[in-house]
């Protein structure tokens, strides 16, 4: 059956096959026991762990984007790919941008209430 | 008048459904820098090492992440025109689907009996409101899938169906692939 499924498939390739699919789930299943074991199993600690963890998502992204969403296996004007990579810079601008943000804000929170009132106070009349 | 150009309006109607998932991504991001910025701020309240499960969580992962392959295996059968099989796979995938639902709920109630609802913190507030989200679109797209499969079962597939079957596959995969992220952000670094 499952040969079947395969000859007639293969050719349409933007269509995604049998094999392409079965290829990204295996994929995918490899990397999420892979990450969730690394965890669980103290494999790595640390900074270390955090980023092949989040190494292995975008990974486990990659493959599915591939097998599952057929990105970059469309005809040429390669829309889907541009809005692709649009979205990516997006969303990497929204999160980082966020956490520096909120980071050098709780940074500058580190100070006592009385501390923080006369840091307002000498930044006003210095004029803002 | 859309019947006039059938050939382009499928490659125009999956772009402009991509269209609307990469927007879907940036609001799933929003919500993935608040909670990466309210992760910490437990209020005295417990943090996600005492309160995730994770062979619970991983249970959700793998029956999100098969049905996003039976879903694909569901559009293979609609492009061969066999109903059997399509029903077949989207039924499947639509049972996966709801079985994940039933796990969030039953999480979602777990912490919320337990006296750690989204009102306990901010970091609960945002795990709620990230996980919750990604929830609710789960539930839309099972609706969808319902609506759409008593269709096919009663009316066959028509040209309309199967695309509105690989709209539905994409969506359904986008959301597997913005789970991979809540699955590691949330809850493997939350134990981590």
Known sequence: MSNHQHASLESEAGLG?????TTGFILSLILTIGAYLAVTENLLSGNILVTAVIG?????LFVQMFFFLHLGRES??????????FMVMVVFIVVIGSLWIMNNLDYHNHLTPSEQDSYMHTRNNEGF | MT??????????????FWIYLMTDLILFATLFATYAVLKNNTFGG??????FNMPFVLTETMLLLTSSYTS???????HRLDKRKVLLWFGITALLGLAFVSMELYEFHHLYVEG?????????????TLVGTHGLHISIGLLWMTTLLVKVYRKGLSTATIRKLSLLSMFWHFLDVVWIFIFTIVYLIGVA
């Open chain 2, 46 to 51: 417990p943090g996600g090492h005492e309160l």
């Open chain 2, 116 to 128: 750690n609802s989204w009102r306990r913190s901010g970091f609960l507030s945002a795990f709620f």
């Open chain 1, 17 to 21: 096959s049998y094999t392409a699919y």
């Open chain 2, 72 to 78: 694909g295996l569901g559009i293979l059968a609609a």
């Open chain 1, 76 to 85: 040429k004007p390669r829309w889907n790919l541009v809005a692709f990579i």
């Open chain 2, 3 to 16: 019947q006039a150009i059938p050939s382009t309006d499928v490659t125009k109607t999956e772009f402009g």
């Open chain 1, 56 to 60: 292995l998502a975008i990974l486990q």
